[in-house]
């Protein structure tokens, strides 16, 4: 039974071919298959695709993926089956995604459907950008959530959702129930949500991730101390001290000043700054944080 696929994708897909495909019009059946190319489909219709011993139902917003040399049985609805597609090999060999031949795509329907677009309008032009915007569907799809699926590694849509607007809104002022509202959820749906995902509460997480951001400034920049806080959220200097000593160990001033040409290699690879004890000195007013 064939109900997941392993996805490589440490190198971007090779597009062979993406368009738009009206099936349904000679028949209320086909069967083929693909002998070397993968292949993507976002549905706009309802039928049944069957392959390797197993029946998927199709609904619009539903994505499938198929591997080479599958064959494939497709049962339409209606006599017109509108469905964007795109067929390319995947030239990797790392590590493998396991995500489902069928998904609900819900919420990211749309995203998916003008990245594809993307994909169709590029591949007549530059099979380069044709191949990063099929890599993005691709990476996406190892996101769903497949309906009635609990599957590991796999993040509740409005946790998605939540991520991404606190991303987008680090410099400016977050609070939990606007982050709620945003991702359509409840206040404390959101708290259990974040604490289950990263063990974190909401207030934690963004802390973080206004210190991780700074971190980078701190060590790969030359901005100034309170631009810095200012772009990561935390404008009040007292404030952007105290985060930047409980989660980065070390003052903003001594992160930077701990980290020269071998910190600037070190900050890619993730390491956490910490200065050198002689240089770590607990600073009490804002101002000797500049």
């Not at 497709?74 to 493998?96: I, K, Q």
């Not at 959101?190 to 802390?207: C, K, P, S």
């Not at 071998?262 to 500049?290: D, F, H, K, M, N």
Request: proline share 7%; charged share 20%.
């Amino acid at each position: 039974m064939t109900q997941h696929v392993d996805l490589t994708l440490d190198l971007p897909p090779h597009v062979e071919n993406a368009g738009v495909g009206v099936h349904g019009s000679a028949g209320p059946h086909d069967v083929f298959r693909l002998p070397r190319l993968w292949q993507l489909h976002l549905y706009g219709y309802s039928g049944t695709l069957e392959l390797g011993g197993s029946r998927h139902p199709i609904r619009p917003g539903h994505v499938s993926l198929v591997p080479p040399d599958t064959e494939v049985h497709f049962h339409y609805d209606a006599t017109r089956c509108e469905h964007l597609y795109a067929h390319f090999r995947l030239p990797g060999d790392g590590e493998r995604r396991r995500v489902p031949v069928m998904q609900d795509a819900a919420a990211d329907a749309a995203v998916l459907a003008g990245l594809l677009r993307q994909t169709v309008a590029a591949s007549a032009q530059s099979s380069a950008r044709a191949s990063a915007e099929l890599w993005t569907v691709l990476w996406r799809t190892t996101g769903l959530t497949a309906a009635g699926e609990n599957r590991p590694g796999s993040r509740h849509p409005a946790l998605r959702t939540a991520v991404a607007h606190i991303e987008e809104h680090l410099a400016g002022p977050l609070s939990v129930p606007a982050i709620a509202r945003a991702a359509g959820v409840s206040h404390t749906h959101l708290t259990r949500l974040f604490r289950e995902d990263t063990g974190h509460t909401v207030v934690a997480y963004i802390r973080r991730r206004r210190t991780e951001r700074a971190r980078h400034l701190l060590i790969a920049s030359t901005l100034a101390i309170p631009a810095i806080a200012a772009t990561v959220g935390i404008p009040d200097l007292q404030a952007f001290n105290k985060a930047c000593r409980k989660e980065l160990g070390a003052s903003p001033r001594a992160v930077r000043e701990g980290h020269g040409q071998e910190g600037l290699a070190q900050a890619g690879a993730g390491a956490v700054p910490r200065a050198p004890q002689r240089r770590v000195r607990y600073l009490p007013t804002a101002a000797q944080t500049t």
